[in-house]
């Protein structure tokens, strides 16, 4: 039976997601639950943390500049064991598809702790795309011991093509529904930098939010997708809004097309409170972000995906996500067809999220106490 869970998690978009799970688990009396941040994102991390009003139990801060993925892999896993060897944890939670879920559950078998994936079973089976998230993903999903799918198909994906046990996927929705109706209720509309952001939206355009930091997009791709960008800018009712991810790969490609042009802002990366609110405030989104994909059908927002596959294909099903891939022309069309066509908006937008309904970290609690 379990009675003491350690929560895991390194990077902003899984403590985005792993956020109504740790408030809901540290609330449940009948289990001991704590938390630990490998911090592989630092700045970023920490800013959800304060936005979610979580406090680590134990901060491995092990980002570093420029570090190999080998270096950050090798270091969660060495560090993590102290975790693990002072708590013993019954069961540690993981999310998604990052170094520190992999290694985390890597460690955590050695010690012969039960694993639970959160966000278990996406695939593209396609090693290189996402790189290095797919690889992360299976090897979790090897090492978990309970999947929490979001979805019948990424239940699929583990029980028909992985010939994992029936009776160890969930299938729960996705948290990030319930973290994103939890935000929105919990923006502080005062808040400066939301005030200062709001002078800059011309409310007689339509907005266009942009965001776009994908390795496997870097290079020649990367360029054709900011060239559209240039593109789209030129209409006179339209503007963009970019908050630029700081990877040198990305600050440098999009300063160098998109600086200092009519209709395109160019802006630092956003906390997660003020991204949610310009999230709601836009038109319609292009991105290569998967949170993004998940989290804009709850606001009926329609999302333009600059990538050849995606992961969740679900959203693309419904009819809410498009695949553009990078493609200037292609871009140019679909994102010209969805600002000068009503119909096309309107049964885009109106579609239901199929990720969930914001109820999924009850789900996963529920189960946790039957183990």
């Not at 956020?19 to 970023?44: F, G, W």
């Not at 290569?288 to 596959?309: F, I, M, N, Y």
């Not at 908006?345 to 189960?367: E, F, Q, W």
Request: glycine fraction near 4%; hydrophobic fraction near 40%.
């Amino acid at each position: 039976m379990v009675k003491k869970v350690l929560i895991v998690f390194g990077t902003r978009p899984e403590a985005i997601k792993m956020a109504p799970l740790v408030k809901l688990l540290k609330s449940e009396s009948s289990l001991v639950t704590k938390l630990c941040v490998t911090a592989q994102h630092r700045e970023m991390l920490d800013q959800v943390l304060v936005f979610f009003k979580m406090e680590p139990d134990y901060d491995l801060n092990l980002m570093q500049a420029n570090q190999s993925l080998n270096k950050l892999s090798s270091r969660v896993l060495l560090k993590i064991d102290d975790v693990l060897e002072d708590f013993i944890p019954d069961l540690v939670l993981v999310h998604g598809d990052t170094t520190t879920s992999s290694m985390t559950a890597l460690a955590a078998f050695h010690r012969q702790i039960k694993v639970g994936h959160v966000e278990a079973g996406l695939r593209t089976y396609n090693k290189s795309v996402p790189f290095p998230e797919e690889i992360n993903r299976q090897l979790t999903g090897r090492l978990a011991d309970f999947h929490f799918a979001p979805t019948q198909k990424s239940a699929n994906n583990l029980i028909v093509n992985e010939r994992v046990l029936k009776e160890n996927v969930f299938i729960t929705g996705n948290t990030v529904v319930d973290a994103l109706l939890w935000g929105i209720k919990n923006i502080n509309e005062e808040r400066q930098e939301i005030l200062n952001l709001e002078k800059e939206i011309d409310t007689t355009k339509k907005l266009i939010l942009v965001t776009g930091h994908r390795r496997e997009n870097f290079g020649a791709k990367f360029e054709s997708f900011c060239e559209a960008l240039l593109e789209i800018s030129k209409r006179k009712d339209v503007q963009m809004i970019y908050p630029v991810h700081l990877n040198p790969n990305v600050q440098e490609t999009v300063y160098g097309l998109l600086e200092e042009q009519e209709n395109i802002l160019l802006i630092p990366p956003l906390d997660y409170e003020v991204f949610i609110w310009l999230m709601n405030k836009s038109f319609l989104i292009i991105t290569d972000s998967g949170g993004v994909q998940e989290e804009a059908p709850s606001l009926g927002k329609p999302v333009l995906v600059t990538r050849d596959v995606t992961e969740r294909v679900e959203a693309v099903e419904s009819g809410i996500v498009k695949l553009v891939g990078t493609v200037k022309n292609v871009i140019l069309f679909e994102t010209n067809q969805l600002l000068e066509d009503v119909q096309l908006y309107t049964a885009m937008s109106a579609m239901h999220n199929p990720y969930g309904d914001g109820k999924s970290s009850v789900r996963i609690l529920n189960i946790i106490k039957t183990l």
